[in-house]
């Protein structure tokens, strides 16, 4: 959050909430909300993504609605603004039971709580041992980044060259660590800051180190991927609460471990997932990353986690080189060397095996050789936890045995893995399987060789159709009595870790770039991608040329009474179609990639704007040649033979290239509104039929109550509304269908038709970018 310019004279208070208790410095402002890059996270669906701030004014301070649906209340009056010091109580999204927040006045140095996820490094698995100590020079600022000539240098590609300053403040030896405008974030405590005071025992994370003050040292903790994960008590409930998914999951996850996960149908296995990736929080329980509480530090700690869908996460079109390429300038920083980008990008192609496909196109390689393109692109950014959902769906039984032998040497190379599938093929190359049964329940978990004679069976069928079968069995019941639950599970999670040996190792996943950076880059991407489309490429550039010549062959040589509406309906319709089609599958296809994209810090406006850009300038180029095909060489027949403020063909190009935008604005609308990318063929005919419909060339619209208010959110109504106004139509077809207030010869009109455009564009562009937070990450939703 933003740093200002407060008054130092505002006391410093502790704020209590969510069983935590922080210090609120009077040098910035603190902002609450379910966003986690906030100040003060709190989960409560009450509670807005941005929903308050407290921040100092004139020595005191001030608590101050952002804006949210629910209110923010001070001791039990709901408040946009108001003073707050010690004693007072905030309730967020409801007075009576929302969220609580108490502020008192500071108590002595050593009565300070901190957050407990780290508020003793040693006593967590990810800092059992500093992996350096170095001396803090008193007075003195560290800077800390990628570069050389920092005082602290962290060779880690998602580190900025100047990362971080950590200053002195010149109180009681106290420092503040200061973010320079990093493109992934400095975080102190699992909470990204710009700037905040840095107590002793305090953590302060930048890419995959953490540093913590330590008398007059500084130590260094590095994440060399060599993680643990403890689950506990995972619960997942829907339908308000009404059908559980999960239902008490707990299970402990070791280092370089490979855990598969297997169960029937409706397990719970997807949900699991979600929850163990912080893409949908469990509604109870806990994730521990190494001893850290994933859901709380998600800010922080999702760089560090990597995930593999079932589906490709890349564009098929482009060869493995591009593909990675483009991957590596979206998730590095800017001011990451193209040299730096394509070094990382060879050392995973050579680690995964695909020297020889980096020319290859993905589409052309085996079903293997793609689930390791995939791999490799989220292995970029060197996650420590790696999960794949369903990596040998629809492989034969050698690739099957091949990616998970794969899987076998990433976690032995120091990475912990997580694979969900329904495979029983390769099992034995698993350190530990957790077998889910019906209701979101553990039936077993622990080595794989032990599973089948735990449950009796001799093959895996014979245990699915137990399963389905035996409904009445309490598997999770028997196994909590089981020998195996006390030695994998209990016994696993009271023992203490082994201690690790200092290492030296780099890079978590860096967050977004910048907004500008970022559609730079997804330019390039999308329109190299539809640039390998053939087929695309094809139907782009017949489809202008094929409406056009019909726009010609019904205009003949002059715009006369028969042949002026039917030409300007064939331009209206091929506008329409061209733009549509152009955009009608865009988003529903890649909506994989922006899932995983988006939740590692794609922004939402930088991909659509990338579409909007690419399609509207081939939609607009197609309807200039679609224009100039269908009228060359004919007679408009306008008024003067000019139109209302230019000459009659431009206007006419204008009004047919701002409805074909206007359409592709609409095709994308209905990309994001459904599911499948079957069903955007047939809804695109229905589009064309509804704009034929409601243009009001076939149908006298104006003064028909419901049908003339019905076609205003018709593109095609004012399209066809520009073009005659621009010929006068009126006078050309004196008929009961053109005679039009919209077809009007005035320039109030033509800019009022031309305005519409404008207004449904925006309308349909805010709908998309609501409609794809349908497909983000619960914790992404802004």
């Known amino acids: 959050m933003g740093e200002r310019p407060f008054a130092p004279a505002a006391p410093e208070l502790v704020l209590e909430a969510d069983g935590d208790s922080r210090v609120m410095s009077p040098s910035r402002s603190y902002h609450v909300g379910r966003d986690p890059s906030s100040d003060i996270v709190l989960s409560d669906a009450r509670v807005s993504w941005h929903h308050a701030v407290l921040r100092p004014s004139a020595g005191h301070w001030m608590l101050e609605d952002t804006g949210s649906t629910n209110g923010t209340y001070a001791n039990g009056e709901r408040v946009r603004q108001s003073g707050v010091g010690p004693g007072t109580v905030i309730r967020f999204g409801s007075p009576a039971d929302g969220p609580r927040a108490v502020l008192s006045g500071l108590p002595p140095p050593r009565q300070y709580a901190r957050p407990p996820a780290v508020s003793h490094p040693s006593a967590t698995n ?74 002793p025992g305090d953590i302060i994370g930048i890419g995959h180190s953490a540093f913590s003050l330590a008398g007059k040292e500084l130590q260094e903790f590095v994440d060399t991927g060599e993680v643990s994960l403890a689950v506990q008590d995972l619960t997942v409930r829907v339908d308000r609460g009404r059908r559980t998914l999960l239902d008490d999951v707990s299970f402990p996850v070791g280092e370089k471990c490979l855990l598969a996960v297997v169960g029937p149908s409706g397990a719970g296995k997807s949900t699991l997932l979600n929850a163990l990736t912080g893409l949908r929080p469990a509604d109870r329980g806990t994730v521990l990353y190494d001893g850290r509480d994933l859901y709380r530090d998600y800010a922080e700690l999702r760089q560090r986690i990597g ?162 079968n035996d409904t009445g069995r309490d598997w999770a019941g028997q196994f909590r009595a089981s020998a195996q639950y006390r030695q994998y599970i209990v016994a696993a999670t009271e023992q203490p870790q082994r201690p690790r040996e200092p290492a030296q190792s780099s890079v978590a996943p860096p967050k977004a770039q910048s907004w500008g950076s970022q559609l730079w880059t997804l330019i390039r991407r999308y329109a190299a991608a539809l640039a390998a489309d053939r087929t695309f490429l094809a139907v782009m550039v017949v489809l202008p040329f094929v409406m056009g010549a019909m726009a010609h062959a019904l205009a003949g040589s002059r715009l006369g009474r028969q042949e002026a509406m039917n030409t300007l309906l064939i331009l209206c319709v091929g506008a329409v179609l061209t733009g549509a089609a152009n955009a009608v599958r865009e988003l529903v296809k890649e909506r994989t990639i922006y899932q995983r994209e988006r939740a590692v810090g794609l922004s939402r406006s930088a991909y659509l704007m990338s579409k909007v850009v690419v399609l509207g300038l081939i939609t607009v180029v197609q309807a200039v040649v679609l224009t100039v095909v269908g009228l060359f060489g004919v007679d408009l ?39 499948k990318e079957e069903v955007t063929m047939p809804l695109l005919v229905l589009l064309a039929i509804v704009q034929v419909v409601f243009c009001g060339a076939l149908l006298k619209l104006s003064g028909v109550p419901g049908l003339d208010q019905l076609s205003w959110l018709v593109p095609a109504r004012w399209g066809l509304a520009a073009m005659a106004a621009t010929v006068d139509l009126q006078r050309i077809v004196p008929q009961s269908v053109a005679s039009d207030p919209l077809y009007d010869h005035a320039a109030g009109i033509w800019v009022l038709d031309m305005g519409m455009l404008v207004v449904l564009s925006a309308l349909l562009g805010y709908a998309v970018t609501k409609l794809l937070r349908r497909h983000e990450p619960n914790v992404m939703r802004e």
């Open 637 to 675: 027949n306008a008024p003067g033979g000019e139109g209302v403020f230019l000459p009659a063909g431009v206007e006419i190009a204008l009004a047919v290239a701002l409805l074909g935008f206007t359409a592709m604005m609409l095709g994308l609308f209905v990309s994001a509104l459904v599911r």
């Open 307 to 468: 995930l593999v869908p079932q589906d490709d996460i890349l564009h098929t079109q482009l060869t493995v080189r591009r593909a990675l390429g483009y991957a590596a300038r979206l998730r590095f920083p800017e001011d990451t060397a193209k040299a730096e980008r394509q070094a990382r990008v060879d050392e995973v192609i050579h680690e995964l095996g695909l020297d020889q496909r980096v020319r290859q196109h993905v589409h052309s390689l085996s079903g293997g050789q793609r689930k390791r393109v995939s791999v490799a692109l989220e292995l970029l950014t060197k996650p420590s936890l790696l999960f794949l959902d369903e990596p040998t769906s629809g492989l034969d039984p050698g690739m099957d045995r091949s990616v998970m032998h794969m899987l076998r040497g990433l976690a032995d190379d120091g990475r912990t893995v997580i694979v969900v599938t329904h495979s029983v093929l390769s099992l034995d190359v698993c350190d530990r399987l957790l077998v889910m049964a019906p209701g979101g329940r553990i039936a077993y978990y622990g080595p794989p060789e032990e599973s089948l004679p735990y449950f009796g069976f001799r093959e895996w069928p014979e245990a699915f159709e137990a399963f389905e």
């Open 126 to 199: 990810t800092f059992r041992r500093p992996t350096s100590v170095r001396p803090l020079p008193p007075e003195r600022t560290v800077r800390i980044g990628r570069a050389a000539g920092n005082d602290l240098v962290v060779a880690d590609l998602s580190v900025s060259r100047h990362h971080a300053e950590l200053r002195a403040t010149g109180v009681d030896g106290g420092h503040e660590i200061v973010d320079l405008g990093s493109h992934n974030g400095t975080y102190l405590n699992g909470q990204r800051v710009l700037r905040a005071l840095v107590r």
